[in-house]
C-alpha cells in the first residue's frame, strides 16, 4: 500500500513539472529555438550520464551500447526515437514560445487516444466498444476545430503522433529508462553539437551573451530529465489505469496556464474541441479503470 501510495505522489510530481514547462520555456523565449533544443538535448545528455555514474548504471549503459552496434536493426530503431522526441521537443517548445500553449494542450489530451489507434495499426492490438467511441469522439473533437478555423490544428496532431509513435518504439528499445534516454539524447547530440558550431561561426550563439543565458539553458537538461524519471518511478508501482487518469495534469496546468497566465484566447471552437476530447478521454479513461478492476477482483 505504501509503495502505491509513493507511486501516486511520483505520478503526481512528474506530471505536475511537466505540465509547468511552459513557464521554463516563456523564460528563455528570447532564445532561438533551435538553439534551446540543441541546448536541451546536450544537456540532457551530460544530467542523464551523471545520473547514470550515481545510480550506478554505467555498466548496463557500456553494455547495451555495445550491443547496439552489432544489431543494426535496434540501432535505426533507437535513431527513430530520438528524432520523434526531440521533434516533439522542438515543437512543444515552439508552441509555447509562439503563444500557442492551448493547442499544445490539445496535443498532450489526445496523446492516449493517438497511442491507441497506433497500437491497432502497428500491433494488432484490438478495440473494445468504448475504446473505439473515445476515439471517433476525439476525432470529432478535431474535426470541428479543423473546420471552425478552415485549418488543420498542426501542432496537436504533430505532438501526439510523435509521442504516440515514439512510446510504439519505446515497447521495442526494451532497456532500463535512464539508459535508453541517455543512448536517445547520445544518438542525436552529434547533430546539436553540429548546430550549435554552426551558430558559433555565425556569431549568433546566445549561450555565451550572459550568465543567466547559459543557466537557463544548461537548466533544459533537468527540465527534461527529472519529470521522466519520477514517472519511471512511478510506473514500478502504480497500476497502469490509475497513470492515465493522473497524466491529464499535465495538459491542464498547461491549458491554465496558457488562459490565466499568457492570456491565450479560449474561442468557442476549442471549447467545442476539448469538450468532445474530454468526453472521449472520460470513456476511455472509465472504461479502462473497470477493466482493470475486474482483473484485479478476479
Known amino acids: 500500500m505504501n509503495n502505491e501510495k509513493d507511486g501516486v505522489m511520483y505520478a503526481i510530481f512528474s506530471y505536475i513539472l511537466w505540465g509547468l514547462t511552459p513557464l521554463y520555456w516563456k523564460l528563455v523565449q528570447h532564445i532561438s529555438s533551435g538553439e534551446i533544443l540543441a541546448q536541451r538535448v546536450i544537456w540532457s545528455y551530460i544530467f542523464v550520464l551523471f545520473l547514470i555514474i550515481v545510480t550506478k548504471k554505467w555498466r548496463d ?9 552489432k544489431n543494426l536493426k535496434l540501432l535505426s530503431l533507437l535513431v527513430i526515437a530520438s528524432l520523434l522526441i526531440s521533434s516533439n521537443w522542438g515543437i512543444f517548445m515552439w508552441a509555447v514560445i509562439n503563444g500557442r500553449i492551448v493547442e ?17 495499426l502497428a500491433l494488432k492490438e484490438r478495440l473494445t466498444v ?25 501542432i496537436s496532431l504533430c505532438l501526439a503522433l510523435t509521442f504516440g509513435f515514439y512510446g510504439l518504439l519505446k515497447k521495442k ?7 535508453s534516454l541517455a ?6 547530440t552529434p547533430i546539436a553539437l553540429s548546430y550549435l558550431i554552426y551558430l558559433i561561426i555565425e556569431n549568433r550563439l546566445q549561450f555565451i551573451e550572459s550568465v543567466p543565458n547559459s543557466l537557463l539553458l544548461i537548466g533544459t537538461g533537468v527540465v527534461t530529465a527529472l519529470p521522466l524519471l519520477l514517472f519511471t518511478k512511478s510506473a514500478q508501482k502504480v497500476t497502469l489505469s490509475l497513470l492515465g487518469i493522473l497524466q491529464y495534469i499535465s495538459p491542464t496546468i498547461a491549458l491554465i496556464t496558457g488562459i ?11 471549447i467545442i474541441a476539448f469538450s468532445f476530447i474530454w468526453l472521449g478521454l472520460a470513456v ?3 472504461s479502462s479503470f473497470v477493466k482493470n478492476r475486474k482483473k484485479t477482483n478476479f
Open 260 to 270: 490565466f497566465l499568457y492570456h491565450e484566447t479560449l474561442t468557442n471552437a476549442h
Open 173 to 179: 528499445i526494451n532497456t532500463d529508462s535512464t539508459v
Open 104 to 120: 499544445a494542450s490539445l496535443g498532450q489530451y489526445i496523446n492516449p487516444l493517438t497511442s491507441m489507434i497506433i497500437g491497432v
Open 284 to 286: 476511455y479513461s472509465s
Open 183 to 188: 543512448l536517445e539524447t547520445m544518438v542525436i
Open 130 to 154: 468504448f475504446q473505439t467511441l473515445s476515439f471517433i469522439l476525439a476525432d470529432l473533437g478535431v474535426l470541428s476545430l479543423s473546420l471552425a478555423y478552415g485549418v488543420f490544428p498542426w
Open 61 to 69: 549503459y557500456i553494455t547495451f551500447t555495445k550491443g547496439l552496434l
